[in-house]
């Protein structure tokens, strides 16, 4: 009561020297004073701490009321020199307000950017700006605002066109706006300059100040007080309910009043948890300490006198304030930029701004939100000093960035933020680039907060710990930084910007010669993987750069110098990386066809091989720029291409498309080995999933296509696919003399030859990308639009599909677009949306001849899917049902050497090898998939040389000549069929059905350009007519004769089919002994079974009661699903356990409306018999080690822990609370339950009658009584004793006997993180191993679970034990067991009461509470039960009563 009198009485106090006080007089005073630094701070000492701060419970109304009129208005009245409303009003009315609007957006505001006229993605309106503005009527795109950024209209850098809303529209008269200043006197800007000057100071000194229990000087009170405050300080670290829990444990508050202490910690960044002394704040700081620092770093508590807080508070007031004047006047807003970048006496960062930026890690939330508004309001608002604000930015970065790394709270609240607001004005970037060279700093700064490295200098990601990836994930905002200064390309270079951007591609080079081969990947064949690699960290740096990587390469195209030297660069980067890869790399020559060619023996199955190559997927980008602007034939001098080696080149691309190949052929799983292994092909076929997906696939597979494609234009086309066959590990298959028909003829094993085969095609496949991929602009001559275009074509070529759906399978730019929306119409139709209500896009008929089967952005399934749609389409429109492959754009002169690839003698005897095995269709070392991509590569080489006759104005200029190539025979000695031979046998082969119109189509193709070469150029289009109608007379006879053949294999098939039943017949007749045998042996087998089966009636076995029949003990082996190693049951080896799940259910309450029970003082003991909750456990029966299953749990805990936020998903379960999913199957888990072998049944004969047993526990209970007698005092009746002594104890019966636990440590372990984890959920408690309860919540969750399984099995009318699967089986079986066992786990005096209990309420008439039940089996199988009579004497003294006999 006394403290809240007192709070009542401060406004009273405050009151009487307030109705004395003149904020007129003060500001007269200090008008005259000759210090009014020391004057104003004297006046701040004397009121601040009696305003803010007295006591626990703040008003924050009055002290704001109070600080208006004896803090702020003698400021106002000294600024205006006269009464603020008129002074200001004055200020405000001859304002000429800046043209930008500033408008700071508040956290989940909307803010809206138009798709057309923006800059870049981050400039953005506000709602007001918007509707007044032109973007309304364009494309746009409506976001949520995270806080902090403001309104960029009136910004003309911002905007393409309409820069300005109406509300900000220029006024024409004013076009030559004067210094605002000069609306000011002398006078007033020398009394706002000293104003300011010492407010913001203060604001500065208080905020940055770091002692608890002193002031600054000049402010310290007149009379200081003995009080604190236990301040308490956010992080970004601890969970809500640690926090609120620890709260409730060190100040004895309410959870209500803690989740409030939470929330506002959360929202200001600090809050006051305790108010009084020192000692008394002390003792609610060690707490809280002690409570949060066992996991991780404690929270940040502070013990700060009330003087301190109190001049804290009003500093944060101080620059709302400024932040409030400077928006009368852009005068006053001018002077505090000069006041707060004016520089100290200390020289270089002693500025206020610099102060508040290089000391704003060690601010709190509030007060960093507060100075970085006005910041926004004061120097972002004024072109001036937005410029000089971001050179100390500039300045300070590496600085700033490196207390952001060690920081915990979000970017959000770090000054870092600001970069958004300086980095994307385009003229301010390339200023921060030449004159402070800040594109190197972000680089350099980026890379040396990476230092995890190899011995090679790669990042290495695989042993990062938690702190590092944490790091790591807080150093990628420097990429985004990097993305706002590259996210506007210039128009004009001037030469100090090309020497700085180019300074900073060489540090860009640095930092991808560390990814260069990072997280390389080997091929397992017979070793145990124990942990699962990291792959996320890299694939995350990978995402985060690509963007980067094309603003630099769009940087580079604006300037052909710039374009030259970075291609320099570029090349020696990636010739020092290739002398630093050596492994395996043994020169060896390979001959094939008549060619030879050097290179190195490298296996990808066997050695290194990493799929991060961010220097040769560069140098690809730059080569096709190189030919693009026309630079490679305009300045060829000027290049290094000479120099270029083309093996170099295309060597590591190679090995990356190799690996992709393998994994799809499966060589990279590890079929009959260990989990953990299978789990690190997942692994891999995630990071191949991520190489093709549309976030990557731009600078990762596209980009080694296209190093492939760069690499091969300068080569031998034959030495070319020697090098792809040896990378591929087929060229032993091909180089062979007679590789036509040895193949065949090998006996293999078969998933080699179907991995062989899958090679094969890939290869196959990757030939005719390297060939047909000419869509890129700079490879092909082509437009821009043109890519986006034949995307969009091969995605409608599936289905018809949503604009969203189009839109995610099309990568995006750095502004995030597509393009599509500029090209759509020309390649579909819209279809309004019909009663699904989703419209779609329909491609356009026309465009159905661009189908290219073998798209490169396919995956298999959407190949699979393309191809049906387009075979159902051509059904429909009665077209034959060959998928030719569609004309092709010509290739760039830089390129135009690839097409030589489908006439070279390699590729021919290639496919000449394939066809031969397909005409003997019982090789079965081919594949119908290998033969398509034969035939597919045979039509692009005769449409290529068809387009070359119809472009060339005489034969004799087209040196292309397909035809003729693949007319020729083999030469001697070995004489083999030309591939025209082939395929015209192949047209008649009835295996090959599907493939026969394909066939046709290119015999049709060969027919046309032979006669396109014989006639002359007068008569082709005379000619070419007469074709015409020769092919539609051809097509008529063609459909006939399919028509006559199809008739002829039916009958074909029937006669085939009659032949095998009476074979079978006639086999069957001749071995009809044997057959006779089989029965009888499969008759005696099925008898036996029944024999030894359960369910036989005289085979019956008895469960409970004196005729118990003795279990057989059986050894039981088990299989690890990690290791895979086998282990026998047994008590003393290693503990076994099975994956399971616990979870509180009521699934068979009768009155759920039952309230909740107090888990702290519950009883769980005696069930109530409504079952309005239980207990359940059920397990996947998948079995594992203990120790494989703590280190698999370890792992996932690890790896959630590095996962990276922006790659994180929604996840099912929650490792925090000890969920994982099951190596195995994925199931659902929580705990494990150890597996324990048979107890030792007894045989029937030993079991005691009932009298017998009754008889036996009296003698026992009285020889009990007898020990507790002798411990009472003396005086107890000695005739007693004598009865007592006349009954002894029975044989074998020991009072002070204690059972030894039978089982191994690890077992022990088990139990009790079982028996924990069920304690844990069925009570919603936190984890106590040494509660009395978890023994009875064990026995608990088994008798609901029996209970529960005993009901369903009833609702199915099935058998008790006859119909459960393994799964149940395996975790009724384990339960019981570990009922059985638990009591060596737990307390034996908890154990033996528990037992007690429960023999009192069964042998007592009225000893069980009304309405309660409980499961009497459980304490009948209880081995512990026979030996708790220790205790019984004492609890029957206490008042038990136990009937004796």
Known sequence: MAAAESDREVPSALCTEFLNFSAKDTALKWLQVTDLYKEVYQHLARYVPKIYCLGPNLNPQSEDLLAQLLLQAPLEWYLCGEDPSTGLAKLEQNNQPSQLCGHVFRVGEPTYSCRE????????????????????????????????????????EAWKKGPYCQKHEPNISDSCQEDPLAHLSTDMIARCYNVFAIVLKYAVDMLTWDKEDELPPGLEPPDRGDTYYCMLFNDEVHTYEQVIYTLQKAVNCTQKEAVSFATTVDRDGRKSVRFGDFAFCEQAKSVIVRNTSRQSKPLRVQVMHSSVVAHQCFALKALHWLGHVIGYSDALRRILCQVGLERGPEGENSSLVDTLMLCDSKMWKGARNVYHQLFMSSLLMDLKYKKLFAIQFAKNYRRLQTDFMEDDHERVVSVTSLSVQLFTVPTMARMLITEENLMTTIIRTFVDHLRHRDLQGRFQFERYTAQQAFKFRRVQSLIGDLKYVLISRPTEWSDQLREK???????????????????????????????????????????????????????????????????????????????????????????????????????????????????????????????????????????????????????????????????????????????????????????????????????????????????????????????VLSRFELYHIFSSADCRKSYNRENTNKDVVQQNNTLMEEMLHLIMMVVGERFEAGVGQVEGCDEIKREIIHQLCIRPMAHSELVKALPENENKETGMERVIDCVASFKKPGVTGRGLYELRPECAKQFNLYFHHYSRADQSKAEEAQRKLKRQNGEDMALPPPMLPPFSPLFASLVNILQCDVLLGMLGAVLQWAVEPSGGHWSESMLQRVLHLIGMGLLEEQQQLKNSSEDHDVSFNFTLKISRPGEAPSNTASVLALLENLQNAPHLEVHKDMIRWILKMVASIKTMRELTASTYTVTASGSHGQEEMVCDKDKAERKRKAEMARLRREKIMAQMSEMQRHFINENKELFQQSLEELYASTSTSLEHSPTSSDAALVCVGPRRSRPREKRQVVTCILCQEEQEIRADSKAMVLAAFVQRSTVMSKNRKRPPHDPEHYDPLFMHPDLSFGTHTGSCGHIMHSHCWQRYFEAVQAKEQRRQQRLRVHTSYDVGNGEFLCPLCECLSNTVIPLLPGTKGSNSCEQPGLGQWLKISGQQIKAMHSAHRKLQPVGVDAVEETVEEQCPATENFRIDYTPMSPYSSTIKEMLTTFGTATYKVGLKVHPNEQDPRVPIMCWGSCAYTIQSIERLLVDEDKPLFGSLPCRQDDCLSSLARFGSACWTAASQPSVQGHYIRLVAVTLTPNGSPQGQGFHPPLKLVHPALATSGVHLPKCISAGMDVPQG
């Open 117 to 156: 006229c923006a800059a870049d993605p981050t400039c953005v309106l506000c709602m007001q700006c918007f509707l007044g503005s032109v973007h309304k009527e364009h494309r746009y795109r409506m976001t949520t605002s995270g806080g902090g950024g403001f309104c960029d209209c009136g910004d003309t």
């Open 501 to 723: 951007f180019l300074e900073g591609l060489d540090t860009f080079l640095e930092l991808f010669k560390c990814m260069q081969g990072m997280d390389p990947v080997v091929r397992q064949v017979g070793q145990h993987i124990e942990m699962e690699p990291e792959w996320e960290a890299a694939f995350t740096l990978q995402m985060k750069l690509t963007h980067i990587i094309s603003m630099m390469q769009e940087w580079c195209a604006t300037d052909e110098r710039v374009l030259i030297e970075a291609y320099k660069k570029c090349l020696t980067a990636l010739t020092h990386c290739h002398s630093g890869f050596t492994d395996g790399e043994q020169p060896i020559t390979l001959s094939m066809c008549g060619h030879s060619v050097d290179t190195i023996r490298y296996c990808v199955s066997q050695e290194k091989v990493s799929i991060h190559l961010p220097v040769s997927r560069l140098l690809a980008g730059l080569h096709v720029l190189l030919s693009k602007m026309e630079v490679a034939y305009r300045f060829p001098e000027q290049l290094p291409l000479s120099e270029l080696s083309p093996p170099m080149l295309i060597e590591h691309p190679l090995r990356c498309l190799v690996l992709c190949a393998q994994v799809h052929a499966g060589m990279w799983r590890r079929n009959g080995f260990s989990l953990v292994n299978q789990r690190a092909h997942s692994v891999l076929w995630l990071q191949i999933y991520y190489y093709h997906n549309v976030k990557c696939r731009v600078e990762m597979f596209d980009k080694d296509l296209i190093m492939l494609q760069a690499g091969a234009s300068m080569m031998d086309p034959n030495h070319f696919l020697m090098i």
